[in-house]
C-alpha cells in the first residue's frame, strides 16, 4: 500500500512517473499464490512489460533503500510415508510396528548434517558466484548480532558460520532446505483434551527447497 501511496504523492505534487507502471497486487503470497498465475496468464497482454520489480522481502539491517537483483527460487515437495492399513493402538501394537512418523523423521533428518548443510547430492552445484558478484556482495553493510538480535535467534545454523564472511552472501546466494509444515496421521481422543497414543496411518511433510540459478 506504502507503493500506491506513492503514487497519490507524485499526483498531489503535480509529477508524473518517467515510465509507465503496471501495478498488481498478490495478496495470496503466503500461501503460495495459488491465483496469481492464473491472473497473469488470463490478462497476459495486459500485464506485458519491459521489466518487473518486486516489492518484499525484509527491510536491511542498515534501514537504507535496497534492491537485489535476483531472488531464490523454491519448489515445494511432499513426502508421505505410510505403514499400517489403520492407525493402531500402541499399547497393542507399539515396537511391533513400523511407525511412518518416526520413519519419515528419520529420512528428513538425513537431509542435513549437524552442521546444517544439506546432504542431497548435487543440491549445492548451481550455487555458482562470479568474483565480481562476490565484491559486491561483501561491500554490503552487514551486522550478524542485529540479524540474530531482530529474528530471535541466539546463533545460526552452524555451516554458516563456518562457510562465510559475511551473512548476505550466504543469505542471498545459497541453496536452502526447510520443512514447512507436517501432519501425522488423525488424531484420536477420548474424552476433550485426552487421547491414545498410536503409531499413525501415514505421516506427511512438506520441504520447501530453496535454491538460486
Known sequence: MMFLTA??????????????VKVLVDSEEEKGSPAIGVVATEHKTLLRADGIVINDGPLHISNQPTIVFGNRGITVVRLTVYGAKSNLHSGHYGNYVPNPAQRLASLLASMKDDDGRVTIAGYYDTVKLTDAERK??????????????????????????????????????????NLRR????????????????????HAGREPGLFWRD
Not at 159 to 168: L, P
Not at 182 to 201: L, N
Request: overall charge neutral; charged content about 25%; hydrophobic content about 35%.
Open 7 to 20: 503514487f497519490d504523492a507524485l499526483k498531489a505534487a503535480g509529477m508524473e512517473p518517467a515510465i509507465n
Open 182 to 201: 507436517s501432519r501425522e496421521g488423525r488424531q484420536y481422543h477420548t474424552e476433550p483434551g485426552g487421547g491414545r497414543t498410536r503409531p499413525p496411518h
Open 136 to 177: 559486491i556482495m561483501a561491500d554490503v553493510p552487514d551486522d550478524e548480532n542485529e540479524i540474530k538480535q531482530r529474528v530471535g535467534i541466539a546463533k545460526p545454523e552452524p555451516s554458516v558460520t563456518i562457510s562465510r564472511r559475511h551473512c548476505n552472501i550466504l543469505l542471498l546466494t545459497s541453496a536452502a532446505w
